[in-house]
C-alpha cells in the first residue's frame, strides 16, 4: 500500500467519524383531555356534581391541568395547575346549563386543549328522603323525621290543619305535640324559591269500610274479632280450633260483655293484652293512656277505647245490640303508641 492509498483512508475514516450523530426522541405533548363526568350534554345532574376526567403525558412526564367552568361558553378559567384529575365546583344552581374544559400542560411546555363540554342541573332541589312517624313519648302527637340535605337551604312542613313550618336544612324533623287532627303530612326540601317534589306520611288510622257483626258465645262457639296491628285490617273468627288463639275479643253471652284472649300464634306473636274501656257516648279524639279492662259491658251507640298489644290503640263504636250479636265499626291506629284519632 502506498502512502498516498494509507492517507486516503485515514481521510475517509476522519470524516465519517465527523457526520455520525446520535438522534434523540422528540417529547410529546400530553392526551387529549377526555371521558367526561358528567358527560357531554347529561341532564339532571345533582348540584353538588363534581367533575371528572381522564387524561396523562405518553412520556410519563408530570402533567397540570387548568379547569373552566361556567355558565357561558367558552368558560372561564377557575384553577390553574392542578395535578389530581378531579374538581368540585361547589354547590351550584338548579336548572342551569354549565360548559366545562380541561387544558393538560407537561413540564417540557408542550399544552394540549381538550373540548368544551356541558351539563344540566335538576330543575328541583331533592326530595326529602326516607320519610318517617312515629308517636312522641306520650302517644297524644307525633314527630316526622327525614334524612338531612345538606344542599338545601331549609324545609318546609305542611301539617294536616294546613300550617306550614319552615325549618332549617339542619332540622330534619318535625314534632306535632298536639295535633287537631290526624291526616297527611307534607314536607319539601326548599332551595332560594325553589321547592322540591312533595315527601308525605299519613297519621290517619285505619277505618273499617263496613260495619261488623259478631255473635254471642262461649270459649267454643260463637264468633270473635280481631286485626293486624300493623295494619289495621281485621277479620271475623269463629271461636273454634286455633282461632281462641288469635282473636282480640268476642261477645261473652252471660252478660253481654266484651271478653278477650292473649294470642301466641300469628300474626300476633306474643301477649296481645288487649282491654277495652267504655267512653260512653263521647266522640274522643286521644284514648286515655291508662283504666283499660279485661272486660265490658256492650251498650248501643257506645265509644270504646281499646288498647291492643299494649302499643296499638283503636276507638270501637257499637251501632246496636241484641241478646245474640253486636254490631261495630272502628278505627284503628296502626302507628305504634299514638293515641289520637
Same mark, same amino acid.
Given at each position: 500500500?502506498? =502512502?498516498?492509498?494509507?492517507?486516503?483512508?485515514?481521510? *475517509?475514516?476522519?470524516?465519517?467519524? =465527523?457526520?455520525?450523530?446520535?438522534?434523540? $426522541?422528540?417529547?410529546?405533548? $400530553?392526551?387529549?383531555?377526555?371521558n367526561p363526568v358528567p358527560s357531554n350534554g347529561a341532564i339532571d345532574q345533582g348540584v353538588d356534581v363534581n367533575l371528572i376526567w381522564t387524561s396523562g403525558d405518553p412520556d410519563g412526564d408530570p402533567v397540570r391541568y387548568d379547569i373552566y367552568f361556567g355558565t357561558s361558553s367558552p368558560p372561564p378559567v377557575v384553577s390553574n395547575n392542578q395535578f389530581d384529575k378531579i374538581?368540585? $365546583?361547589? #354547590? *351550584?344552581?338548579?336548572?342551569? /346549563?354549565?360548559?366545562?374544559? #380541561?387544558?393538560?400542560?407537561?413540564? /417540557?411546555?408542550?399544552?394540549?386543549?381538550?373540548?368544551?363540554? &356541558?351539563?344540566t342541573t335538576g330543575q328541583t332541589p331533592p326530595k326529602p328522603p326516607n320519610l318517617s312517624i312515629v308517636a312522641d313519648v306520650e302517644g297524644d302527637g307525633v314527630t316526622?323525621?327525614?334524612? /338531612?340535605?345538606?344542599?338545601?337551604?331549609?324545609?318546609?312542613?305542611?301539617?294536616?290543619?294546613?300550617d306550614t313550618i319552615s325549618l332549617n336544612y339542619d332540622e330534619p324533623s318535625y314534632m306535632d305535640d298536639f295535633p287537631l287532627s290526624t291526616g297527611t303530612y307534607t314536607v319539601y326540601s326548599v332551595y332560594e324559591t325553589q321547592l322540591s317534589d312533595p315527601a308525605t306520611?299519613? &297519621?290517619?288510622?285505619?277505618?273499617?269500610?263496613?260495619?261488623?257483626?259478631?255473635?254471642?258465645?262461649?270459649?267454643?262457639e260463637g264468633s270473635a274479632y280481631g286485626w293486624d296491628p300493623q295494619t289495621g285490617i281485621g277479620t271475623t273468627y269463629s271461636l273454634d280450633g286455633i282461632y281462641k288463639s288469635v282473636i282480640d275479643f268476642y261477645l261473652y253471652s252471660d252478660s253481654l260483655t266484651f271478653d278477650f284472649y292473649s294470642a301466641d300464634e300469628p300474626p300476633?306473636?306474643?301477649?296481645k293484652t288487649t282491654d277495652m274501656l267504655n267512653m260512653g257516648t263521647f266522640n274522643f279524639f286521644t284514648a286515655p293512656p291508662a283504666g283499660y279492662n279485661s272486660?265490658?259491658?256492650v251498650f248501643s251507640e257506645n265509644y270504646y277505647a281499646m288498647r291492643v298489644q299494649g302499643d296499638y290503640y283503636a276507638k270501637v263504636y257499637i251501632v246496636s245490640t241484641d241478646s245474640v250479636s253486636a254490631t261495630f265499626n272502628y278505627e284503628f291506629q296502626t302507628i305504634m303508641s299514638l293515641r289520637i284519632f
Open positions: 500500500m502506498t =502512502c498516498k492509498t494509507f492517507l486516503i483512508i485515514i481521510i *475517509l475514516v476522519m470524516l465519517a467519524g =465527523c457526520t455520525k450523530k446520535t438522534t434523540e $426522541p422528540e417529547n410529546s405533548a $400530553p392526551y387529549v383531555p377526555d374538581y368540585a $365546583p361547589g #354547590i *351550584l344552581d338548579f336548572n342551569t /346549563q354549565y360548559y366545562w374544559k #380541561i387544558v393538560a400542560k407537561d413540564n /417540557q411546555d408542550h399544552t394540549t386543549e381538550g373540548n368544551i363540554w &356541558s351539563f316526622i323525621s327525614w334524612d /338531612q340535605i345538606d344542599i338545601v337551604d331549609g324545609y318546609e312542613v305542611i301539617i294536616p290543619d294546613g306520611i299519613s &297519621s290517619e288510622p285505619y277505618a273499617s269500610d263496613s260495619d261488623i257483626i259478631i255473635s254471642t258465645g262461649t270459649s267454643g300476633y306473636n306474643g301477649d272486660k265490658e259491658p
